[in-house]
């Protein structure tokens, strides 16, 4: 095996940090294309989520892959950015793969989100034919484990997501009988997060998306009123819990859209770069809690699950010894 898996996430590296490696879908094309011309990369997947991005390659050194890391998104190469990197290889490369497909290195312990964020990095590089034989064998090894593991263990008694885990926020900050809720972003997260919402208040919820038509769509699942992106000043005023997840490269939410509020606001941030901006938070009746201010609550709200980690692990266990036994004997041959 010669895996290598350099990246960085919520563990390793602040939010600040984190939204200037993300990289949007059409970006993570790019990337693999640019990637892919490099004359020792043999195989190779980039990840990239609101709390990690990743890349998976074969054939190509660590420190390569950094150095192409930070060209990629324009970034001077830096040994204080550096720090916030780890970097796997080989028997840890394994372990880490099968640990974030099922969720076990997850913000929110035990999510199923990750393992169609994953499927869909994979797939997006078989398109782009980065994968070949190891990381195409590797993969499915952990797609399949992720479902031996939330099937035989009680690893999803934790909540869904992130998005679950911000209702529940929500819901413990709010002291109103109806409060009027906003959502922004139409996509996954935002789906998620519409469908959970619907716990706080018998009120329709206000779906906002850059396109109408994808605002409609979740509207229509969660019997809410769908607007525009461009509407955010305008509804801004007239909400209590505002949570937003767009994929915007930069700010939609700056301190003159809500410095005539006079009412108690939550805005909460799941977006990774952030849709709202730090300053926001200067005033008394906001409360801004950003992605990274999430984890204590999840912590505080986390189930016992010691069993059902133990379990994993020995699951995990097998099958890395089975990936390295089926390495070895295909090097004897």
């Not at 990840?47 to 950094?66: F, H, M, Q, W």
């Not at 793969?97 to 499927?119: N, P, R, T, Y």
Request: hydrophobic share 45%.
């Amino acid at each position: 095996m010669n895996i290598v898996v350099v990246g960085l996430n919520h563990k390793t590296a602040p939010i600040d940090v984190r939204e200037q490696f993300a990289f949007s879908l059409s970006e993570v094309e790019r990337a693999l294309a640019s990637l892919k011309t490099h004359p020792l990369l043999k195989e190779a997947i980039l990840l990239s989520t609101c709390n990690r991005v990743e890349i998976y390659t074969i054939g190509v050194p660590e420190v390569v892959v950094k150095q192409w890391l930070f060209q990629q998104k324009e970034i001077a190469f830096s040994e204080s950015l550096l720090a916030y990197f780890y970097c796997l290889q080989d028997i840890d490369a394994v372990k880490h793969v099968m640990h974030v497909a099922c969720g076990l290195d997850s913000l929110v312990f035990g999510e199923s989100e990750i393992l169609g964020q994953i499927k869909s990095a994979f797939s997006i590089a078989c398109f782009h034919k980065t994968v070949g034989s190891q990381l195409d064998y590797l993969f499915r090894q952990a797609f399949d484990m992720a479902k031996r593991i939330r099937a035989s263990t009680k690893i999803g008694a934790c909540p869904v997501s992130v998005a679950s885990t911000a209702v529940m926020v929500a819901k413990e900050w709010n002291t109103q009988l109806q409060p009027r809720v906003l959502i922004i972003g139409a996509g996954e997260v935002g789906r998620w997060t519409a469908k959970h919402a619907q716990t706080l208040t018998s009120l329709p919820l206000i779906i906002l998306s850059r396109h109408l038509s994808h605002a409609e769509s979740v509207a229509n699942e969660v019997q809410g009123v769908a607007g525009e992106l461009k509407q955010v000043e305008h509804y801004l005023q007239q909400s209590d819990i505002v949570i937003t997840s767009t994929a915007s490269k930069a700010p939609i939410i700056y301190p003159k859209m809500v410095a005539e509020i006079s009412h108690p606001l939550l805005i909460i941030d799941l977006a990774v770069p952030r849709d709202v901006s730090s300053d926001v938070g200067q005033y008394s009746h906001i409360t801004l809690c950003q992605l990274d201010q999430l984890k204590d609550a999840i912590q505080s709200h986390m189930p016992r699950h010691m069993h059902a980690t133990v379990q994993a692990e020995r699951l995990i266990e097998e099958c890395v010894d089975a990936i390295i036994l089926k390495s070895i004997l295909k090097v004897v041959a």
